[in-house]
Nanobody, 123 residues
Framework: VQLVESGGGLVQAGGSLRLSCEAS????????IGWFRQAPGKEREGVSC????????YYEDSVKGRFTISRDNTRKTTYLRMNGLKPEDSGIYYC?????????????????RGQGTQVTVSS
């Protein structure tokens, strides 16, 4: 199983980034895909996730209206478009996968996780 993130970097407050996550080694269509983040000294938190059929999306309150998640099941790739970035959005962003058969909430738990990509927002 692999989840490979890309697209992180350094951006000024108010700027935008698009993260990508390429998946392999599991049945992509059977998994909700999400993004968690972790800042130094803080607990890891679920940021956003999308259902296996891409018909439902979920967002943590602080990113609603600024972040957009999407997925392309033919390419086994998930995207997180982040606009209006704030310094508090900084952290390592991890792509996650959660089996749809677990019944768990995708902002709370995951089955697989990638290595992460660093996002730094300067003020």
């Amino acid at each position: 199983v692999q989840l490979v993130e890309s697209g992180g970097g350094l951006v000024q407050a108010g700027g935008s980034l698009r993260l990508s996550c390429e998946a392999s080694g599991f049945t992509f269509d059977d998994y909700l895909i999400g993004w968690f983040r972790q800042a130094p000294g803080k607990e890891r938190e679920g940021v956003s996730c999308v259902s296996s059929g891409a018909d439902m999306t979920y967002y943590e309150d602080s990113v609603k209206g600024r972040f957009t998640i999407s997925r392309d099941n033919t390419r086994k790739t998930t995207y997180l478009r982040m606009n209006g970035l704030k310094p508090e959005d900084s952290g390592i962003y991890y792509c996650t996968a959660l089996s749809k058969y677990t019944g768990w909430g995708c902002l709370q738990r995951f089955t697989y996780r990638g290595q992460g990509t660093q996002v730094t927002v300067s003020s």
